[in-house]
């Protein structure tokens, strides 16, 4: 049986159908490149489109996860919220990565519910670059608000949560597994909307720590005051016991 050329209307429903697909749904942003090449190659649409929810499972403390979290939230500028009850941020690395003083808000709120209203209001906001907040357990409810607030303003949501919450439900758009390597990371993309999967790959401090454009050294190099230098002189200063440095090098080792 020999079948008959398609009509120009089955011919014209088929092109329609093909550029929709070609083109991103109205309001999306398309994906930005994080300059990690390695890493690009493994996200979808090689890069992290704005207006979407990451999530990313830690292992344990020192993990590297916040560093990846840096690179992932490079791109976005502007101002880094940060949602930190158990004081796990270690600011003078957030400096190193472009957030300053004037563009990093550390916020602690009183419980869950205190937090994620907080959040969903950053999220957003179009002034807002990246929000950051850690979870134990993230509700349904109120990752999927999380969701839609990110989506809504454009902005860049990164949920921290432990690995034992692998393959719980999520709202994230990519679910990344973090763990720590021999000078560098190993990462995984355990989830991802649309069923996009890769294998693992390794990724160096080096590279995660590199500005695109720039020199690596130069981008996480800080001006240290004569005081923070000597940390005894910084203690006779300050009235601050030994103890209170020791639990500083802790919180950055954190980090």
Known sequence: MISSPPSPLIEQLRQSMESC???LPEGAT?????????LDRLLPGGGIAGGSLLEILEPGPACGSHTFAAALCRPAGHRLIVFDRTDTLYPPAAFAWGWGADRLLVIRPRDDMEETWAAVQALRSPAVGAVWLWRDRLATPDARRLRLAAEEGG???VVFRPERDRGQPSWADV???VAPQPGGLRIEVTRCRGGFSRPPIDVSLDDLMHTPGGDADEAVRLPVSPALAHPAAARRATGSAPGAARRSRARRSTW
């Open 21 to 23: 697909r070609a083109r």
């Open 155 to 157: 902005t860049l949501g």
């Open 30 to 38: 398309p994906p930005t490149a994080t300059g990690i090449a390695a």
């Open 175 to 177: 679910q990344f597994s």
